[in-house]
């Protein structure tokens, strides 16, 4: 038989754990478009192996496949703050040319999936993208691939879940784009 008191002892039970779980969740948090795009060291590393063909000739198409972060939890990467990361990191390489619509060829970027954990702790973010490089007068399709990876994030990085997952996402973004320049390096152009 269950008592009143067993009742109340329950409830406030449920009531705390759903407090805790709420607080745990929090608010979204966005990503950071300098954090999505990749760091002065890597792009130091990776201007390097890039071809001279492409330097200074790659324009980037909108990029499309973002999303708004929701206020109640998550973090989602906007359509705007995706371009962004792609045109500083494009710049970052050299690769953007010096007028906006110049440039031999034409990058179209798609994020096509992006998987979060619901819980929070200890994320783990993948992350799908389609790339698409073009040559622009002929609109040949010289480069097209679906690059996929994940990557996590935890205690170490922060105590907060909710930046925890900001990170976890920041960073799958980030080592994708580093894996797009690599496969672009060694991409047979013609002259």
């Known amino acids: 038989m269950v008592t009143r008191a067993t009742r109340l002892t329950r409830a406030a039970l449920g009531a705390a754990l759903l407090g805790g779980a709420i607080s745990l969740a929090g608010c979204g948090a966005p ?44 973090t989602r990467i906007s359509d705007m703050s995706l371009n962004q990361a792609y045109q500083e990191s494009l710049r970052r390489l050299g690769l953007m040319p010096d007028l ?12 096509l999936a ?24 002929t609109n040949a399709t010289l480069y097209q691939r679906v690059l996929r990876n994940t990557q996590k994030a935890g205690i170490d990085d922060s105590l907060s879940p909710n930046e925890q997952l900001r990170i976890a996402t920041e960073a799958a973004l980030r080592n994708n784009i580093a894996e797009l320049i690599r496969e672009l390096a060694s991409l047979p152009l013609p002259n």
Request: net charge positive; proline share 9%; aromatic share 6%.
């Open 31 to 74: 990503a950071r478009p300098l954090e999505l795009s990749i760091t002065d060291m890597d792009s130091l590393q990776l201007r390097s192996w890039v071809s001279p063909q492409l330097r200074r000739n790659v324009s980037l198409l909108p990029v499309s496949g973002g999303q708004e972060t929701s206020r109640w939890w998550g």
């Open 100 to 111: 906006p619509d110049g440039g031999r060829y034409q990058l179209r970027v798609e994020l």
């Open 114 to 137: 992006m998987a979060q954990p619901n819980l929070p702790l200890g994320p783990e973010v993948a992350i799908a993208v389609r790339y698409t490089l073009t040559e622009r007068i």
